[in-house]
């Protein structure tokens, strides 16, 4: 909230009359947007994101990445604040290096996701982050887990967050079908993260999808221009 500071003697209807005249944008509290989205399927994950970071109706960045490497195998999906997830995910990223050294190979996802849900548990006043960790591994193959704000971690098959998830719980449980294959779980996440874009004043941008399996990730971006229209 921006506070103002009078000098001695300055009359206070000039002050207030500034106020009338400058846009309730400039004083509001700031908010931020996003969508995330991540789905497993049979032998790996799809992930998804939107590319605006935003403070109220100032957009800061068109094209964030979203979708941030943890390991070869593992990615998680940022929303919330931006410098909390980055730092949060940082955090995990330093942590799992000396995990992997003294382990002598990767971690598994759902190690991943503890480390997560621990950090944004014990900041859980502090900060605003609302994470979902996607990946592969030898044991439990692609795997989804949700961890929103507060701390809470469950896997899913699904899961989405974000401002503009709010748009997609018709949309995914009408859509959504077990047992889908990689092609068709890329273009279910692409279509669902460009209907919360439509919608979502926080959401926008272009979108960013890519799939992880036992080879790595496959990366894509769909620039805004070449988005389908809605009907």
């Given at each position: ?55 109220g109706?100032?957009?800061v960045?068109?094209v ?11 990615y ?27 382990l ?16 944004c ?7 605003s982050a ?47 079908k ?54």
């Amino acid at each position: 909230m921006a506070t103002m500071t009078m000098r001695p003697g300055a009359p206070t209807e000039n002050i207030a009359s500034s106020n009338e005249l400058s846009p309730d944008w400039l004083y509001a509290e700031m908010m931020t947007g996003t969508t995330i989205m991540a789905v497993e399927y049979d032998g790996g994950v799809v992930i998804g994101a939107d590319t605006r970071t935003s403070m109220g109706s100032y957009v800061v960045n068109r094209v964030t990445d979203k979708l941030t490497k943890v390991t070869d195998h593992v990615y998680c999906c940022r929303s919330g604040s931006a410098a909390d997830t980055q730092m949060i995910a940082d955090d995990v990223i330093s942590e799992l290096d000396m995990y992997s050294i003294e382990l002598g190979k990767p971690p598994l996802v759902k190690v991943v996701a503890k480390l997560f849900q621990n950090f944004c548990y014990e900041k859980r006043d502090e900060v605003s982050a609302g994470i979902i960790v996607a990946g592969w591994d030898e044991r439990d193959g692609g795997q989804v887990y949700s961890i929103p704000l507060g701390g809470m971690c469950v896997r899913q098959p699904i899961g989405f967050g974000g401002s503009g998830s709010t748009y997609l719980y018709g949309h995914c449980d009408n859509t959504y079908k077990k047992g889908m294959s990689k092609e068709e779980c890329i273009k279910f996440v692409a279509n669902a993260v460009r209907l919360a874009i439509n919608r979502d004043g926080g959401s926008g941008g272009c979108v960013r999808v890519a799939s992880i399996d036992k080879d790595g990730i496959n990366r894509q971006v769909i620039l805004n221009n070449e988005l389908p229209p809605l009907a």
